[in-house]
C-alpha cells in the first residue's frame, strides 16, 4: 500500500472544527477516534472517527455505513432500537465524511483507500468479528466483506451495486448517470448545502428531515474545500465508455469484479432492503439474487415510500427488517 502513486502531505488534510457538531438533533454519541498512518507520507496521519456504543461482548454487532454525502449521523434513527436489543453498533464516518478527516485534494480518494482505510479502522483497531453489516450506497459499493469475508456473519444489502464496467453482467442505471452528471455542481456547498440536497433522498413514511437536521447533515462541510470526497465519490463508480457523461471510468472495475468472485460463492445469509423509490439503485437488487447464494429462501423487504438514503425516511422498516432477519439467522442456526 506504500506503493501508492502519490502520499498525503499535511497541509491537504483538513480536521472539520469540533464546534460544528455541537448538539446535534437526535445523535447524542461521542465520537471515538483511530488514526491510520496508510497512504500517508512521515509524520501525516488521518485520523477516522466512528460511534462505537452498546457492550463489547454483545451476541450481536451491528457495521452500520453510510454513502456520501452523508456521514454516520444518517444511521441515528437505527441505533436506538438495536441498542434497545443489547447489540454492539458500530458506525465510522467514511475518510472525508462526517467527523474523520478530509483529504483536501480528489485525486486522493479511491477504491483502494477506502477499503484500505476502512480494514484498518475495522479488523485492525477494533478488530470486529461476527458482524452484521448493513451497506447502503458506498457502505456497499467498497465490497468491504469480499477483503475479509470471515468476519461477517451476515450481510444486510439496501440501495448499493457493485458495477463491473461490463454492461453485459451489470448495466448501470439512466438514475446514476443523472447524478453523475449533476454531481460536480451539486456536491458545491456554495451551490447546494448538503442538508438541503439531502431532502432528496431521505423523505419518506418518517418524515423529511427539518432544519436541525439539515444542518447536521451538512455540518462536517464549512466550506466546499473540505467536500474533495463529496465530489470524488460518483467519479469513482465503475462505468463502461458508453458512459453518457463523457466521464467512463474503468480502473476501479476490477476491484467490483473481484468481489464477486467472492459473492457468487458467499452462503452467508444476505437480505436484501431496497427502496421502492431509489431511481439510482433501482433494479440493482435483482443481480443479488442471481448471484449470491446467500440470498437465497431469505424474507427480503421492500422499503415502501422511501429514496435512496432509507436510514433516514425509512428507519422503522430497515429497523424492523434488520431484527427480523438476525431473529430468523438465530432461529435457522439454533436448528443444528
Same mark, same amino acid.
Given at each position: 500500500?506504500?506503493?501508492?502513486?502519490h502520499?498525503?502531505?499535511?497541509?491537504?488534510?483538513?480536521?472539520?472544527?469540533?464546534?460544528?457538531?455541537?448538539?446535534?438533533?437526535?445523535?447524542?454519541?461521542?465520537?471515538?477516534?483511530?488514526?491510520?498512518?496508510?497512504?500517508?507520507?512521515?509524520?501525516?496521519?488521518?485520523?477516522?472517527?466512528?460511534?462505537?456504543?452498546?457492550?463489547k461482548d454483545?451476541?450481536?454487532?451491528?457495521?452500520?455505513?453510510?454513502?456520501?454525502?452523508?456521514?454516520?449521523?444518517?444511521?441515528?434513527?437505527?441505533? %436506538?432500537?438495536?441498542l434497545?436489543?443489547?447489540?454492539?453498533?458500530?458506525? &465510522?464516518? *467514511? =475518510?472525508?465524511?462526517?467527523? @474523520? $478527516?478530509?483529504?483536501?485534494?480528489?485525486?486522493?480518494?479511491?477504491y483502494?483507500?477506502?477499503?484500505a482505510?476502512?480494514?484498518d479502522?475495522?479488523?485492525?483497531?477494533?478488530?470486529?468479528?461476527?458482524?452484521?453489516?448493513?451497506?447502503?450506497?458506498?457502505?456497499?459499493?467498497?465490497?468491504?466483506?469480499?477483503?475479509?469475508?470471515s468476519h461477517?456473519?451476515?450481510?444486510?444489502?439496501?440501495?448499493?451495486?457493485l458495477?463491473?464496467?461490463?454492461?453485459?453482467?451489470?448495466?448501470?442505471?439512466?438514475?446514476?448517470?443523472?447524478?453523475?452528471?449533476?454531481?460536480?455542481?451539486?456536491m458545491?456547498?456554495?451551490?447546494?448545502?448538503?442538508?438541503?440536497?439531502?431532502?432528496?433522498?431521505t423523505?419518506?413514511?418518517?418524515?423529511?428531515?427539518?432544519?436541525?437536521?439539515?444542518?447536521?447533515?451538512?455540518?462536517?462541510? %464549512?466550506?466546499?474545500?473540505?467536500?474533495?470526497?463529496a465530489?470524488?465519490? &460518483?467519479? *469513482? =463508480?465503475?462505468?463502461?465508455? @458508453? $458512459?453518457?457523461?463523457?466521464?467512463?471510468?474503468s480502473?476501479?472495475?476490477?476491484?467490483?469484479?473481484?468481489?464477486?468472485?467472492?459473492?457468487?460463492?458467499w452462503?452467508?445469509?444476505?437480505?436484501?432492503?431496497?427502496?421502492?423509490?431509489d431511481?439510482v439503485?433501482?433494479?440493482?437488487?435483482?443481480?443479488?439474487?442471481?448471484?449470491?447464494?446467500?440470498?437465497r429462501?431469505?424474507?427480503?423487504?421492500?422499503?415502501?415510500?422511501?429514496?435512496?438514503?432509507?436510514q433516514?425516511?425509512?428507519?422503522?422498516?430497515?429497523?424492523?427488517?434488520?431484527?427480523?432477519?438476525?431473529?430468523?439467522?438465530?432461529?435457522?442456526?439454533?436448528?443444528?
Amino acid at each position: 500500500m506504500a506503493t501508492d502513486h502519490h502520499q498525503l502531505n499535511t497541509s491537504k488534510v483538513l480536521r472539520t472544527p469540533e464546534d460544528r457538531f455541537k448538539c446535534l438533533k437526535g445523535f447524542p454519541y461521542e465520537p471515538k477516534y483511530f488514526v491510520t498512518h496508510l497512504f500517508c507520507e512521515h509524520g501525516v496521519s488521518i485520523r477516522m472517527a466512528y460511534v462505537d456504543e452498546g457492550p463489547k461482548d454483545a451476541r450481536e454487532t451491528l457495521l452500520l455505513t453510510h454513502g456520501e454525502p452523508a456521514w454516520s449521523y444518517l444511521n441515528r434513527k437505527l441505533i %436506538p432500537p438495536l441498542l434497545a436489543r443489547g447489540y454492539r453498533v458500530v458506525a &465510522p464516518d *467514511l =475518510v472525508g465524511f462526517g467527523r @474523520s $478527516d478530509k483529504p483536501a485534494r480528489e485525486e486522493d480518494y479511491t477504491y483502494r483507500r477506502h477499503i484500505a482505510w476502512l480494514d484498518d479502522l475495522i479488523f485492525n483497531h477494533l478488530e470486529l468479528k461476527g458482524i452484521t453489516a448493513v451497506f447502503q450506497d458506498w457502505g456497499g459499493l467498497l465490497g468491504l466483506p469480499a477483503a475479509q469475508p470471515s468476519h461477517f456473519r451476515r450481510m444486510v444489502v439496501a440501495n448499493t451495486f457493485l458495477p463491473t464496467c461490463d454492461d453485459s453482467f451489470f448495466k448501470v442505471s439512466p438514475g446514476f448517470y443523472r447524478w453523475k452528471a449533476a454531481a460536480p455542481k451539486l456536491m458545491l456547498e456554495t451551490t447546494m448545502p448538503v442538508g438541503k440536497f439531502m431532502i432528496m433522498g431521505t423523505s419518506g413514511p418518517d418524515g423529511s428531515i427539518d432544519e436541525e437536521e439539515q444542518y447536521a447533515y451538512s455540518a462536517p462541510f %464549512p466550506s466546499d474545500e473540505f467536500k474533495a470526497a463529496a465530489r470524488r465519490f &460518483p467519479e *469513482l =463508480v465503475p462505468t463502461p465508455d @458508453s $458512459d453518457p457523461t463523457g466521464r467512463p471510468q474503468s480502473c476501479e472495475g476490477e476491484n467490483n469484479a473481484a468481489a464477486w468472485e467472492v459473492f457468487k460463492s458467499w452462503h452467508k445469509p444476505t437480505l436484501l432492503a431496497f427502496s421502492d423509490g431509489d431511481n439510482v439503485m433501482r433494479g440493482s437488487d435483482q443481480i443479488w439474487l442471481q448471484l449470491c447464494p446467500g440470498t437465497r429462501d431469505q424474507h427480503h423487504v421492500t422499503i415502501k415510500g422511501c429514496g435512496h438514503l432509507v436510514q433516514d425516511g425509512g428507519a422503522i422498516q430497515v429497523t424492523a427488517a434488520i431484527c427480523n432477519f438476525i431473529d430468523d439467522a438465530i432461529c435457522e442456526r439454533s436448528k443444528f
